[in-house]
Nanobody, 123 residues
Framework: QVQLVESGGGLVQTGGSLKLSCAAS????????MGWFRQARGKEREFVACIRWIGGTIYYGDSVKGRFTISRDNAKNTVYLQMNSLKPEDTAVYYC????????????????WGQGTQVTVSS
């Protein structure tokens, strides 16, 4: 059974940085794409970034390009999201997700989800 556990959320001021982690277990993830999504209060869940476990090909959502960086550590089965130049509109619950779909940009393309971690950016 796949388990995804996010950590690293918190409160930060505008312009600050946070690094989220997603520890994955329960499966060999070599065929998987790992994604980060976020959901602000009252809004739909939004794609942030994804990375293929093997090869490391990456895709970002338009709202975070140039500010966020997704990466993975194969030995630790962990995916990271480095968030820089944070803005109040980045405030949301951030979710880690996993799928075997090659280029999954939609919520319904992901099979497994973590519980989420809250990121709050104060103005």
């Amino acid at each position: 059974q796949v388990q995804l556990v996010e950590s690293g959320g918190g409160l930060v001021q505008t312009g600050g940085s946070l690094k989220l982690s997603c520890a994955a277990s329960g499966r060999t993830f070599t065929r998987y794409t790992m994604g980060w999504f976020r959901q602000a209060r009252g809004k739909e869940r939004e794609f942030v970034a994804c990375i293929r476990w093997i090869g490391g090909t990456i895709y970002y959502g338009d709202s975070v390009k140039g500010r966020f960086t997704i990466s993975r550590d194969n030995a630790k089965n962990t995916v990271y999201l480095q968030m820089n130049s944070l803005k109040p509109e980045d405030t949301a619950v951030y979710y880690c997700a996993a799928t075997t779909v090659p280029w999954p940009l939609r919520v319904d393309e992901y099979d497994h989800w973590g519980q989420g971690t809250q990121v709050t950016v104060s103005s």
